[in-house]
């Protein structure tokens, strides 16, 4: 059967099919929601234009900052994370860094690199039972309860692996408190991570401070925005320190390296040695 159809008449259809509100472009121009780059180029920092790319409108100074330090607070975290691993694992397999960047990135799932996400919901989740009438402490031990009912003891933003205080954590809480402070967030979310944090103290009888994910999820609450950018912008972010350490891995050389030296091998748990001439005939 033949689908083909005239030319005349479906010019709208073919510029239908894909529509954005992000870019404008013709011969000449690019406008990005409606703003000319050449006016945007030198004016903007990557975060502002973070910002206008999936919001649509220039943020306020303190909304840029505040975004800006969240993106600057996760670029890396040392090798022993998989995804700066795979990237530089990849970067001695002989493949560009586009491929060692991609390598990484595909591993920022819900166990490394989703935390962010899944504390924005849990923040979200609570400032809705605060609006249903509950008070803060009510509203945050009730939903503590139902996300470990749900998921397990593991409470998403909380508690680190590697630092018994995260770092990064207490100076973003900082930078967050001081734009409340000025009015350019509410500081709503920042109470609700505090909450937890007490929450889990009062329940195991030490504290579980706040890590990088929590911190970095109660700006982007704060600056509401929808939690599944939380991801999206984690992946930029630690997309830089991939980037550095795929490169700097080009610049050491190696080939093939695997995740321990060649020299080590992993712990063989199967079958004893066996022989197949000992099954007789096959």
Same mark, same amino acid.
């Given at each position: 059967?033949?689908?083909?159809?005239?030319?005349?008449?479906?010019?709208?259809?073919?510029?239908?099919?894909?529509?954005?509100?992000?870019?404008?472009?013709?011969?000449?121009?690019?406008?990005?929601?409606?703003?000319?780059?050449?006016?945007?180029?030198?004016?903007?920092?990557?975060?502002?234009?973070?910002?206008?790319?999936?919001?649509?409108?220039?943020?306020?100074?303190?909304? +840029?900052?505040?975004?800006?330090?969240?993106?600057? #607070? %996760?670029?890396?975290?040392?090798?022993?994370?998989?995804?700066?691993?795979?990237?530089?694992?990849?970067?001695? *397999?002989?493949?560009?860094?586009?491929?060692?960047?991609?390598? $990484?990135?595909?591993?920022?799932?819900?166990?490394?690199?989703? $935390?962010?996400?899944?504390?924005?919901?849990?923040?979200?989740?609570? $400032?809705?039972?605060?609006?249903?009438?509950?008070?803060?402490?009510? $509203?945050?031990?009730?939903?503590?309860?139902?996300?470990?009912?749900?998921?397990?003891?593991?409470?998403?933003?909380?508690?680190?692996?590697?630092?018994?205080?995260?770092?990064? %954590?207490?100076?973003?809480? #900082?930078?967050?408190?001081?734009?409340?402070?000025?009015?350019?967030?509410?500081?709503?979310? %920042?109470?609700?991570?505090? +909450?937890?944090?007490?929450?889990?103290?009062?329940?195991? +009888?030490?504290?579980? !401070?706040?890590?990088?994910?929590?911190?970095?999820?109660?700006?982007?609450?704060?600056?509401?925005?929808?939690?599944?950018?939380?991801?999206?912008?984690? *992946?930029?972010?630690?997309?830089?320190?991939?980037?550095?350490? %795929?490169?700097?891995?080009?610049?050491?050389?190696?080939?093939?390296?695997? !995740?321990?030296?060649?020299?080590?091998?992993?712990?063989?748990? +199967?079958?004893?040695?066996?022989?197949?001439?000992?099954?007789?005939?096959?």
């Amino acid at each position: 059967m033949n689908t083909s159809r005239p030319l005349e008449g479906i010019g709208h259809e073919v510029s239908d099919w894909w529509k954005t509100d992000i870019i404008e472009m013709e011969p000449g121009i690019i406008r990005y929601q409606g703003y000319p780059i050449e006016q945007l180029i030198g004016e903007l920092s990557f975060a502002q234009m973070i910002w206008l790319m999936v919001r649509g409108e220039l943020p306020s100074k303190e909304q +840029g900052e505040l975004l800006d330090s969240a993106l600057v #607070s %996760a670029i890396d975290h040392g090798p022993q994370a998989p995804s700066i691993a795979i990237a530089r694992m990849a970067a001695t *397999c002989g493949i560009g860094l586009n491929n060692a960047i991609a390598s $990484a990135v595909n591993v920022l799932g819900d166990v490394h690199g989703g $935390a962010g996400e899944q504390a924005m919901e849990l923040y979200e989740n609570i $400032a809705r039972l605060m609006d249903e009438g509950l008070e803060l402490q009510e $509203a945050v031990a009730t939903e503590v309860t139902e996300h470990i009912a749900n998921h397990g003891k593991f409470i998403p933003g909380f508690g680190h692996r590697f630092h018994p205080v995260d770092p990064r %954590a207490p100076k973003l809480m #900082s930078i967050v408190r001081d734009a409340a402070s000025k009015g350019g967030v509410t500081g709503r979310f %920042a109470d609700i991570a505090e +909450g937890i944090e007490t929450e889990l103290q009062n329940r195991k +009888g030490k504290r579980i !401070p706040m890590n990088i994910d929590g911190a970095t999820a109660v700006i982007y609450a704060e600056l509401e925005m929808p939690s599944p950018l939380a991801r999206g912008l984690f *992946c930029l972010s630690r997309s830089v320190g991939i980037l550095a350490h %795929a490169w700097e891995q080009t610049q050491q050389g190696g080939r093939n390296k695997g !995740p321990i030296p060649r020299n080590i091998l992993w712990n063989y748990t +199967g079958k004893s040695k066996r022989d197949l001439k000992d099954r007789g005939t096959l």
